[in-house]
């Protein structure tokens, strides 16, 4: 089975400033992996996705993922925060032709001016 | 594109009473939606998966008599919350895949803005 890490539970980070969130995954098959962002008391909006190709995945809102398989890692950065960017992100992993994902345990970003 | 509505936002009901929350796709034919439960501070929990004019599949450890999955439409699943306690409290969150996607997207899962549920 699958299974994926989160490595910082919270990332404060001041304004204009670059943010990495840490994300690794494990599995003995070929994966997809996912970015989503949850803004308070609001379900989830997909931010990037990685399926094949490039292993730098451009998403919305200015962030961008690097799959890295030999580290089997799927970091996510931005590089200048704004205060809306406070959220919950979370990073998930399905398998190919399964569709069923599994999430991290989320890193809250905590954006100060 | 790809909306995904939930009803309701948020519920509270009394012990014992049956909840039901609707999950629709607004815009698109889902060929499959999930449920997902978030307790507070804490990821996401996938309880069963729907697929429509068929039996949902259900997670290890989700009991399929108190949560009744219903997915009568391509655009319609509803999880029924039976005799709810209060340790059913929780964040629903429904998600559903689109019946037409093509390659590149069949996999993404559109979420909805989910159900807080409140038993008393």
């Known amino acids: 089975a699958q299974s994926v890490t989160q490595l910082d539970s919270q990332v404060p980070v001041f304004e204009e400033a670059p943010v990495e969130l840490r994300c690794n995954y494990s599995s003995s098959v070929s994966v997809y992996l996912f970015w989503y962002v949850q803004y308070p008391n609001q379900g989830l909006q997909l931010l990037l996705k990685y399926l094949s190709g490039s292993t730098l995945v451009k998403g919305i809102n200015g962030f961008e993922a690097e799959f890295n398989k030999s580290q089997t890692s799927f970091h996510l950065r931005k590089p200048s925060v704004h205060i809306s960017d406070t959220a919950e992100y979370f990073c998930?992993?399905?398998?190919?032709?399964?569709?069923?994902?599994?999430f991290g345990a989320g890193t809250t970003v905590t954006v100060r001016a | 594109g790809a909306v995904v509505s939930q009803h309701p936002s948020w519920v509270i009901c009394k012990s014992g009473t049956s909840v039901k929350i609707e999950c629709r796709s607004l815009?698109?034919?889902?060929?499959?939606m999930f449920w997902y439960r978030q307790f507070p501070k804490q990821s996401l929990m996938l309880m069963a998966t729907?697929?429509?004019?068929?039996?949902?599949?259900?997670e290890q450890g989700v009991e399929k008599d108190k949560f009744l999955i219903n997915h009568a439409s391509l655009t319609l699943s509803t999880l029924t919350v039976t005799s709810a306690h209060p340790e059913d409290s929780s964040f629903y969150i429904c998600?559903?895949?689109?019946?037409?996607?093509?390659?590149?997207?069949?996999?993404?899962?559109?979420f909805g803005p989910g159900t807080r549920l409140l038993v008393l």
């Open positions: 815009d698109f034919q889902a060929t499959t």
């Open positions: 998600s559903a895949r689109d019946r037409t996607a093509t390659q590149g997207e069949w996999e993404t899962q559109y």
């Open positions: 998930a992993v399905s398998l190919i032709n399964d569709y069923k994902l599994s």
């Open positions: 729907s697929n429509e004019g068929s039996k949902a599949t259900y």
